[in-house]
């Protein structure tokens, strides 16, 4: 990879095209007389080198880091000319090869300006390989191909440019902009599907008669681009127009996974899936497409109290693997008005239009009935009016109001098609809308307090899927007191109450609190330490064995519970304009996890359980169920994961612009319930370099 020498080549080219001022000569008396000349700049070079050390797992430790010893440095440039009008600005991070960023920009007086970006990082992901399948539902076959721990990282590299040209004599402004993006990499890929053993031999001759669910790697190699280009035409204080025009593209290069598919097996009424043969099937596939876009924003000031802005897009996107196409038309519009000093009010609409025509048949273990199945085409409008009054100089009111409308076009067209006949309530319907009115008092001060607090209703009238609810109830409040200069406060918290689902009995309960504090004992010592508590407490009904063949069965109300909390304490301190110091602390602690009901004695009976899932008895069956819910209620959904990160900086200043430092940086995170997955790492920077 050559991606960080990229960034010399572009220094190197933003100097060369500096326009070097013409030496005239000049007289003795017409120096004496001359101004000082007025140039600034500034160069930082700080070479590093990085030692790291990893215990445990380190994908989830050092999500996004590289875990490599390193070679790289920071190199930054500042170049000021006031009376050429030029300034450049450039900077260089480099960790590893794979985790740089840069940027760079250059301008000339209201004419020209230039920028380049780039960026690349590598994060890691969870090696999640406990899933419980088989103890779930003993006809359910499980294949792991991932071994455990496994190290799996995604490689991400993103790249920008533009570049704006003033127009002489005219109010035009021509911009070019474009970006280049690309993933490569492993990560893990989890599904479950009406599959087969994993053996063709005997999945071909019995037609797939098992559930299959698997864990396999998925190789990412994919890239992103985009260039658009346009024009910024401005009408003196009246008005501002944009146009651009835009072309995006997504190209892969992957190798899609395939699996064994095929007919569970016979004729109806025994199952109803989709009809097909057995034999190796793609999957999870991710389609080539290509996206023409326009856009056009306005602005207007109408009046010296009245305000308009707008934008309106179109685009166009194609499928290069389908070749269906896929349009969106969106436009936003807001309008301000301030009647009066104490009066302001703002009036909004937006609207999001996804058009799709995408629509396929399909038959299920029936071949002769055929079903239509595709994308539902999105019309999503809302409009909102929001009113703030200032009753005296320390107190504000506001009110706000917001109605939302969603129409599904083609609804009908996306069933839970894998299984007909079973309880799915996540049915989509037409149409759905919600209201929302809000008010809050707005209490300040010039310097002591300034404390906000108010209350927000929703109302979701007509819910597109069960789980939406048809009330929310919040309430929030936010305070910063600022006492004496070197000491401020500030707390932020909500309370959200969801209730009157539809289809189900569901409540929900949602508390945050944030909490801030600022000091500075001396003019050159910070403290900063912040506390973070969520906690959501959910009782939901839990729907068990939705086939129709078997049963059904709906346990009431089942707690859930989440519990999070984090805090951070930062500080810097500068010795003498010599030596300076930073160190941070982090320490966060996530709780989570659901009780239902584990006694046998409580399960009804279900007609067909026994014979279809080979058990003796229907006491087995309860047993095994009990079982089942035992782990959904431990390692599936359990959750305990303190995590704990240490940062310090020395830097000490040798004179003659000479600087040189230590960092130091711990992590650590423990997963109590699926020990494989904690780790810890650290790592130490030495710096050396100058500054001039």
């Given at each position: 990879?050559?991606?960080?020498?990229?960034?010399?080549?572009?220094?190197?080219?933003l100097?060369?095209i500096?326009?070097?001022?013409?030496?005239?000569?000049?007289?003795?008396?017409?120096?004496?007389?001359?101004?000082?000349?007025?140039?600034?700049?500034?160069?930082?070079m700080?070479?590093?080198?990085?030692?790291?050390?990893?215990?445990?797992?380190?994908?989830?430790v050092?999500?996004?880091d590289?875990?490599?010893?390193?070679?790289?440095?920071?190199?930054?440039l500042?170049?000021?000319d006031?009376?050429?009008?030029?300034t450049?600005?450039?900077?260089?991070?480099?960790?590893?090869?794979?985790?740089?960023?840069?940027?760079?920009r250059?301008?000339?007086?209201?004419?020209?300006d230039?920028g380049?970006?780039?960026?690349?990082?590598?994060?890691?992901l969870?090696?999640?390989?406990?899933f419980?399948?088989?103890?779930?539902?003993p006809?359910?076959?499980r294949?792991?191909?991932?071994?455990?721990?496994?190290?799996?990282?995604?490689?991400?590299?993103?790249?920008?440019?533009?570049?704006?040209?003033?127009?002489?004599?005219?109010?035009?402004?021509?911009?070019?902009?474009?970006?280049?993006?690309?993933r490569?990499?492993?990560?893990?890929?989890?599904?479950f599907?009406?599959g087969?053993?994993?053996?063709?031999?005997?999945?071909?001759?019995?037609?797939?008669?098992?559930?299959?669910?698997?864990?396999?790697?998925?190789?990412?190699?994919?890239?992103?681009?985009?260039?658009?280009?346009?024009?910024?035409?401005?009408?003196?204080?009246?008005a501002?127009?944009?146009?651009?025009?835009?072309?995006?593209?997504?190209n892969?290069?992957?190798?899609?996974?395939?699996?064994?598919?095929?007919?569970?097996?016979?004729?109806p009424?025994?199952?109803?899936?989709?009809?097909?043969?057995?034999?190796?099937?793609v999957?999870?596939?991710?389609p080539?497409?290509?996206?023409?876009?326009d856009?056009?924003?306005?602005?207007?000031?109408v009046?010296?109290?009245?305000?308009?802005?707008?934008?309106?897009?179109?685009?166009?996107?194609?499928?290069?693997?389908?070749?269906?196409?896929?349009?969106?038309?969106n436009?936003?519009?807001?309008?301000?008005?301030?009647p009066?000093?104490?009066?302001?009010?703002?009036?909004?609409?937006?609207?999001?239009?996804?058009?799709?025509?995408?629509?396929?048949?399909?038959?299920?273990?029936?071949?002769?009935?055929?079903?239509?199945?595709?994308?539902?085409?999105?019309h999503?409008?809302?409009?909102?009016?929001k009113?703030?009054?200032?009753?005296t100089?320390?107190?504000d009111?506001?009110?706000?109001?917001?109605?939302?409308?969603?129409?599904?076009?083609?609804?009908?067209?996306?069933?839970?098609?894998s299984?007909?006949?079973?309880?799915?309530?996540?049915?989509?319907?037409?149409?759905?809308?919600?209201?929302?009115?809000?008010?809050a008092?707005?209490?300040?001060?010039?310097?002591?307090?300034d404390?906000?607090?108010?209350?927000?209703?929703?109302?979701?009238h007509?819910?597109?899927?069960?789980?939406?609810?048809?009330?929310?109830?919040?309430?929030?409040?936010?305070?910063?007191?600022?006492?004496?200069?070197?000491?401020?406060?500030s707390?932020?918290?909500?309370?959200?109450?969801?209730?009157?689902?539809?289809?189900?009995?569901?409540?929900n309960?949602?508390?945050?609190?944030?909490?801030f504090?600022?000091?500075?004992?001396?003019?050159?010592?910070n403290?900063?330490?912040g506390?973070?508590?969520m906690?959501?407490?959910?009782?939901?009904?839990?729907?068990?064995?939705?086939?129709?063949?078997?049963?059904?069965?709906?346990?009431?109300?089942?707690p859930?519970?989440?519990?999070?909390?984090?805090?951070?304490?930062?500080?810097?301190?500068?010795?003498?304009?010599?030596?300076?110091?930073?160190?941070?602390?982090?320490?966060?602690?996530?709780?989570?996890?659901?009780?239902p009901?584990?006694?046998?004695?409580?399960?009804?009976i279900?007609?067909?359980?026994?014979?279809?899932?080979?058990?003796?008895?229907?006491?087995?069956?309860?047993?095994?169920?009990?079982?089942?819910?035992?782990?959904?209620?431990g390692?599936?959904?359990l959750?305990?994961?303190?995590?704990?990160i240490?940062?310090?900086?020395?830097?000490?200043?040798?004179?003659?612009?000479?600087?040189?430092?230590?960092?130091?940086?711990?992590?650590?995170?423990?997963?109590?319930?699926?020990?494989?997955?904690?780790?810890?790492?650290?790592?130490?920077t030495?710096?050396?370099?100058?500054?001039?």
């Amino acid at each position: 990879m050559k991606s960080p020498h990229v960034f010399p080549v572009v220094l190197i080219i933003l100097l060369a095209i500096v326009p070097c001022p013409a030496q005239a000569p000049q007289s003795a008396a017409s120096q004496s007389a001359e101004t000082p000349e007025i140039t600034y700049h500034l160069t930082v070079m700080l070479p590093q080198y990085r030692f790291i050390d990893t215990s445990g797992y380190g994908g989830r430790v050092g999500e996004y880091d590289t875990l490599q010893q390193s070679l790289g440095g920071d190199l930054s440039l500042n170049f000021v000319d006031v009376p050429q009008h030029l300034t450049i600005k450039s900077t260089i991070d480099v960790m590893t090869r794979d985790d740089y960023e840069s940027k760079s920009r250059f301008t000339l007086g209201k004419w020209l300006d230039l920028g380049l970006e780039n960026r690349g990082f590598v994060r890691h992901l969870d090696d999640n390989s406990y899933f419980g399948a088989s103890v779930i539902s003993p006809d359910i076959v499980r294949i792991d191909t991932v071994p455990p721990d496994s190290l799996l990282g995604i490689r991400r590299r993103m790249n920008k440019a533009y570049a704006r040209i003033q127009m002489p004599s005219i109010p035009v402004k021509l911009f070019v902009k474009g970006g280049w993006q690309a993933r490569d990499g492993n990560s893990q890929m989890q599904y479950f599907d009406m599959g087969g053993s994993g053996d063709p031999a005997t999945d071909q001759a019995t037609g797939c008669a098992n559930c299959h669910s698997a864990s396999q790697f998925r190789t990412y190699n994919y890239t992103t681009r985009n260039i658009a280009g346009g024009a910024e035409v401005t009408l003196g204080k009246l008005a501002k127009l944009t146009y651009q025009h835009e072309f995006r593209s997504f190209n892969d290069r992957m190798q899609n996974p395939r699996d064994l598919y095929g007919t569970s097996g016979e004729i109806p009424p025994v199952e109803d899936i989709p009809f097909n043969p057995a034999g190796f099937y793609v999957h999870s596939v991710l389609p080539r497409h290509q996206t023409q876009a326009d856009s056009l924003q306005v602005g207007l000031a109408v009046a010296h109290h009245v305000t308009f802005n707008s934008d309106v897009s179109y685009a166009r996107t194609t499928d290069l693997f389908t070749s269906h196409p896929q349009n969106a038309f969106n436009a936003d519009a807001t309008f301000t008005w301030n009647p009066v000093s104490q009066l302001r009010a703002v009036a909004d609409f937006h609207q999001q239009n996804l058009l799709n025509d995408f629509a396929q048949t399909f038959s299920l273990s029936d071949p002769t009935v055929i079903y239509p199945f595709g994308n539902p085409s999105l019309h999503r409008h809302w409009a909102g009016l929001k009113l703030a009054y200032r009753a005296t100089r320390q107190v504000d009111l506001e009110t706000y109001y917001k109605r939302m409308n969603i129409t599904r076009s083609n609804a009908s067209l996306w069933p839970q098609i894998s299984s007909p006949d079973n309880y799915d309530p996540l049915f989509v319907v037409p149409s759905s809308f919600s209201n929302i009115a809000g008010v809050a008092l707005h209490v300040h001060t010039e310097q002591l307090w300034d404390a906000r607090a108010g209350y927000e209703w929703t109302g979701t009238h007509a819910p597109g899927y069960v789980t939406d609810p048809q009330t929310n109830h919040r309430i929030f409040g936010d305070v910063t007191i600022v006492p004496v200069q070197w000491l401020s406060f500030s707390n932020d918290a909500s309370i959200l109450v969801q209730q009157s689902f539809p289809a189900v009995q569901r409540s929900n309960h949602l508390y945050v609190d944030t909490t801030f504090v600022t000091i500075k004992p001396v003019p050159r010592w910070n403290i900063g330490a912040g506390y973070t508590y969520m906690q959501d407490n959910l009782r939901t009904d839990m729907r068990f064995m939705n086939d129709s063949g078997i049963g059904l069965y709906t346990q009431p109300l089942v707690p859930y519970k989440e519990l999070d909390q984090s805090f951070s304490v930062h500080t810097t301190y500068e010795l003498k304009q010599r030596l300076a110091l930073g160190a941070d602390f982090a320490r966060s602690l996530a709780h989570s996890g659901f009780r239902p009901d584990l006694n046998p004695a409580h399960y009804p009976i279900f007609p067909g359980a026994v014979d279809v899932a080979g058990f003796n008895s229907q006491q087995d069956y309860a047993a095994a169920f009990s079982q089942a819910l035992g782990i959904a209620s431990g390692p599936v959904s359990l959750m305990d994961v303190p995590q704990s990160i240490v940062g310090s900086t020395l830097d000490y200043h040798l004179g003659r612009g000479f600087d040189g430092g230590l960092r130091f940086h711990y992590g650590s995170y423990a997963d109590r319930i699926r020990p494989n997955l904690s780790g810890q790492v650290r790592s130490y920077t030495i710096f050396m370099g100058r500054i001039w």
